[in-house]
T-cell receptor
Framework: DTAVSQTPKYLVTQMGNDKSIKCEQN?????MYWYKQDSKKFLKIMFS???????INETVPNRFSPKSPDKAHLNLHINSLELGDSAVYFC?????????????????FGPGTRLTVL | AQKVTQAQTEISVVEKEDVTLDCVYE???????LFWYKQPPSGELVFLIR??????QNEISGRYSWNFQKSTSSFNFTITASQVVDSAVYFC??????????FGKGTSLLVTP
């Protein structure tokens, strides 16, 4: 069974379109994340949700909107796609998140979604 | 602010050589965690190790070993007797009082037969 899954794996679309990437984890974790990996392989946090509440919202354009319908899902919706949005987007989850009880736990990553904006 | 520096962008070795990947970090947190992740050509991110700031013991797992030194703010990763399957991008990461991982820019390791 896949622990953290993302759909779709590949997404090719035109500039200006709106698209969504879905993420689901079956690990019973409380915290979920979205990271962006650019063409130079640099990984950067975008958002983090803990028990469906937004915890981290880095300086990401407001065209990006995360939605967490429940603890097991964190979807990413992107409006008015731009060329610079082309990247690999990784979803991740962790049991607790942060330093709960002094523990910073391992983050489990999904397989990534490669978004190409033409 | 937190920062992770992986100064080696690319390393190329011949199979069976030992190789060390460097990681230097900056943080003001007194409690923090350090991680290493592997990203093979297939693209997934694979967790390798987590180390907390209070545990400076070195760790060995098979051909992999990690050297954590708070005095130099370093958390280096050594692969002994490298193999072609070790070819990947390796990321060092740091988490502190926040929830997210702060990643270094990665070191691309190529192991040739």
């Amino acid at each position: 069974d896949t622990a953290v899954s993302q759909t779709p794996k590949y997404l090719v679309t035109q500039m200006g379109n709106d698209k969504s990437i879905k993420c689901e984890q079956n690990l019973g974790h409380d915290t979920m994340y979205w990271y962006k990996q650019d063409s130079k392989k640099f990984l950067k946090i975008m958002f983090s949700y803990n028990n469906k509440e937004l915890i981290i919202n880095e300086t990401v354009p407001n065209r990006f909107s995360p939605k967490s319908p429940d603890k097991a899902h964190l979807n990413l919706h992107i409006n008015s796609l731009e060329l610079g949005d082309s990247a690999v987007y990784f979803c991740a989850s962790s049991l607790l998140g942060g330093l709960a009880g002094g523990l910073s736990d391992e983050q489990f990553f999904g397989p990534g979604t490669r978004l190409t904006v033409l | 602010a937190q920062k992770v520096t992986q100064a080696q962008t690319e390393i190329s070795v011949v199979e069976k050589e030992d190789v060390t990947l460097d990681c230097v970090y900056e943080t003001r947190d007194t409690t923090y965690y350090l991680f290493w992740y592997k990203q093979p050509p297939s693209g997934e991110l694979v967790f390798l190790i987590r180390r907390n700031s209070f545990d400076e013991q070195n760790e060995i797992s098979g051909r992999y070993s990690w050297n954590f030194q708070k005095s130099t703010s370093s958390f280096n990763f050594t692969i002994t007797a490298s193999q072609v399957v070790d070819s990947a991008v390796y990321f060092c990461a740091l988490s502190g009082s926040g929830y997210a991982l702060n990643f270094g820019k990665g070191t691309s390791l190529l192991v040739t037969p």
